[in-house]
């Protein structure tokens, strides 16, 4: 089955920063990759996906980029603010299954 | 924004008893899914469900394990017999149909599963 490795676990940044989250991938069927965003005791967000026909999607401050052939995708935040601190899953999906795969998370910490 | 909703927020629970945790997934999506995330750990799936029947499920989901659609809103998780290892954060998703498989997965704000 799939399996997907999420790094780095914890990432503290300072107000207005890039931050960078990156994830591997093993399965070569998965075709969607989705990133969610989860404050403490809430819902896993979703807030941005991206599927295997392209290599980069942007939506304001944040992009994900993906390379199908490296089997990895990364999430890119820029001009962080304090309110971005949560941990962030990335996930893949098999072609086929309707089953996501998560990562392990990354918590970020925005410092004022 | 439609949401999917879950109830109850905390369940309580001895050890070795049923319990059920419902959903209302989003009115118009037809894909229904279950995942489960352990205090401090990932996201992990559990069970996806479509036109009445289960279309996947994981190794987690075992025989103490069984879903179902009641109604045309509800979607509910049963655990027959409850161990300690129950215990997690329990979570509901739902998606729309499209012209591909992969259409976003919308999750419902959790139920806590505490087995004692």
């Known amino acids: 089955g799939e399996n997907v490795e999420q790094h780095p676990s914890t990432l503290s940044v300072q107000e207005g920063d890039s931050a960078v989250i990156k994830c591997t991938y093993s399965?070569?069927?998965?075709?969607?990759f989705p990133w969610y965003k989860q404050e403490l005791g809430k819902r896993p967000q979703l807030i941005i996906d991206?599927?295997?026909?392209?290599g980069e999607k942007k939506d304001q401050r944040i992009a994900v980029t993906l390379n199908k052939t490296a089997k990895h995708f990364s999430l890119h935040i820029t001009e962080t603010q304090p309110e971005d601190s949560a941990v962030y899953f990335c996930?893949?999906?098999?072609?086929?299954?309707?089953?996501?795969?998560f990562g392990s998370g990354t918590r970020l910490q925005v410092q004022p | 924004e439609p949401e999917v909703t879950q109830t109850p927020s905390h369940q309580v629970t001895q050890m070795g008893q049923e319990v059920i945790l419902r959903c209302v997934p989003i009115s118009n999506h037809l894909y229904f899914y279950w995942y489960r995330q352990i205090l401090g750990q990932k996201v992990e799936f559990l069970v996806s469900f479509y036109n009445n029947e289960i279309s996947e499920k994981s190794e987690i989901f075992d025989d103490q394990f069984s879903v179902e659609r009641p109604d045309g809103s509800n979607f509910t998780l049963k655990i027959r017999s409850t161990k300690l290892e129950d215990s997690a954060m329990y979570f509901c998703a739902s998606s729309g149909q499209g012209a591909t498989s992969n259409q976003p997965q919308h999750f419902g704000d959790g139920t806590r599963l505490s087995i004692l």
């Open positions: 996930a893949a999906m098999d072609t086929g299954r309707r089953a996501l795969t």
């Open positions: 991206i599927r295997s026909n392209v």
């Open positions: 399965d070569s069927a998965s075709n969607y």
